[in-house]
């Protein structure tokens, strides 16, 4: 798999300023900042979100985990091409975790975050029991998903099939033969491994896992668009179809 420059610059663009702003204006709008805090980033996938997080929201620590291991030089690598830093900061780290199993002592962080994490995850459930154990009492979580996998992109196909909906419309067996060994839209990733890892996850689902784990949602936002639906889906769920993704702030309880 190759990433060509425009790519690679795009990728962080997404991932340094969009998602990282994100999530520290969504956070900001409740009058709370990450500045001198532990946070914890579940999913933190190439490190490029927490580089964001680290130099703008400028936690005390803030540690990355990921069932993969980061390369931290291609990350100071691209932190230098694009400009923004020519160090990685002293209180940004990475450890490799388990599916269900964060390396971390109860109750050691304030903020735990995760983008486009949950789509992912085969047991949201455990994860989330993890997430409560790791969390301060007080502490809180954001939490965003984006595609659910019922909505229009909800497949990660984009880059392979025009239209809506092309999950939904072809066979999983279809998908994986057509996209075999393709890039993913993670450029770590191959698309039909990354296909393969979706958990079809529904928003009603995700929130009953968080209320399996005693956490309660304090502020939702959906993300959604107008979409066209095809007559082969108009039976399905409009919620299902229409809600593309979500993010949440939500407290142990």
């Not at 532990?38 to 130099?55: E, M, P, Q, S, T």
């Not at 020519?86 to 269900?100: K, N």
């Not at 999950?167 to 770590?188: A, C, K, M, S, Y």
């Not at 939702?220 to 066209?228: E, N, P, R």
Request: charged share 25%.
């Amino acid at each position: 798999m190759t990433t060509t420059a425009d790519g690679a610059t795009r990728w962080f663009k997404e991932h340094y300023e969009d998602a990282a702003d994100e999530i520290l204006s969504f956070l900001s709008g409740d009058g709370i900042a990450l500045e001198g805090r532990r946070v914890a980033d579940i999913g933190c996938g190439d490190g490029i979100i927490d580089l964001g997080l680290a130099l703008k929201g400028r936690p005390e620590e803030l540690v990355g985990f990921d069932l993969m291991d980061i390369d931290a030089g291609a990350l100071l690598r691209a932190a230098r091409a694009a400009g923004v830093a020519s160090e990685l900061p002293a209180g940004l780290r990475f450890e490799r975790s388990q599916p269900t199993a964060i390396p971390a002592p109860d109750g050691y962080f304030d903020a735990v975050v995760t983008w486009s994490v949950f789509e992912h995850v085969d047991d949201p459930v455990a994860l989330l029991a993890e997430v409560r154990r790791v969390i301060k009492p007080d502490g809180y979580l954001f939490l965003q998903l984006w595609p659910f996998y019922d909505s229009e992109h909800g497949g990660h196909l984009w880059p392979h099939y025009e239209g809506p909906f092309p999950h939904l419309l072809r066979t999983d067996e279809q998908i994986l033969n057509e996209v075999e060994g393709r890039q993913g839209t993670d450029p770590r990733r191959s698309a039909d491994d990354e296909y393969r890892s979706l958990n079809k996850i529904t928003p009603d689902e995700l929130h009953r896992a968080l209320l399996a784990n005693r956490f309660a949602v304090a502020k939702l936002k959906l993300i959604a668009q107008a979409v066209h639906i095809p007559p082969e889906l108009s039976h399905r769920s409009l919620t299902d179809l229409g809600v593309g993704g979500i993010e949440l702030l939500a407290n142990p309880v």
